[in-house]
């Protein structure tokens, strides 16, 4: 009854779309994921992510993340559904990529926490907040070529002193591919066996 009065537009192309939802057919037909090792990352014994960043991933993002549309994890919560079913993950270890406090105040949300903890109400595994944001680092998104590189080193640090020998790696997108790379070699050099990482989507 709500659509009635309340129209609902689809994020990716604005056509109306009249029933819950983010998505029209069209675009939902244009992500064909997941893709599976879909890229080289050092540290990482394998890459996964949903789709590409282009249109309509790209709008779901930036509307999520920077429109505080949250209900959109709803999508993304199915994206890695998919992700975990092609590579049976069941009751691993997952451990999220985390937000610069400066963009949690922003948001008021940690977006990546935010849909692991939503996947979790629909999956067995291991949810672990093993890696923190050094609070004296700018995030990395406000930040470009050669700044990004100067502060992505020491920008994470480890909370846990036990991690477990395996470890499965979540960031929502992948860019250049520095901050997962980051995040997998601390995790290594505090004697984490073998990672893995998924995503929603990569820049292309
Ligand atoms: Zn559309």
């Known amino acids: 009854m709500i659509e009635k009065f309340f129209p609902n537009y689809c994020v990716g192309c604005g056509c109306n779309i009249g029933y819950k939802g983010f998505l ?8 064909k994921g997941p893709i599976i090792n879909g890229e080289k990352i050092p540290f990482i014994s394998g890459v996964s992510f949903f789709w590409r960043y ?14 505080k549309r949250y209900r959109i994890s709803d999508f993304f ?3 890695l559904n998919e992700i975990f079913d092609v590579l049976k993950l069941h009751e691993k270890v997952v451990v999220p ?14 977006t990546n926490l935010f849909i692991l903890k939503k996947l979790k109400k629909t999956r067995d595994f291991q949810l672990r907040n093993d890696i923190i944001y050094s609070r004296n680092k700018r995030p990395q998104s406000t ?3 050669k700044e990004r590189e100067e502060n992505i080193k020491n920008i994470f640090y480890i909370n846990e002193k036990k991690l477990p ?3 499965i ?6 860019t250049t591919g520095a901050t997962l790379k980051e995040c997998a ?12 990482s998924i995503s929603l989507a990569r820049v292309v």
Do not use: A, H, Q, S
């Open 165 to 167: 020998d395996e470890i």
């Open 143 to 145: 930040l470009k070529g």
């Open 97 to 110: 990529v985390p937000t610069n406090v400066k963009t949690y105040r922003v948001r008021g949300i940690d």
């Open 169 to 174: 790696l979540f960031d929502d997108v992948i």
């Open 185 to 196: 070699k601390l995790l290594r050099k505090n004697g984490v066996k073998e990672i893995y």
């Open 54 to 67: 282009e249109t309509p991933m790209k709008e779901l993002i930036k509307e999520y993340k920077f429109n």
């Open 77 to 79: 919560v199915k994206c």
């Open 24 to 31: 029209c057919e069209d675009c939902l037909k244009k992500m």
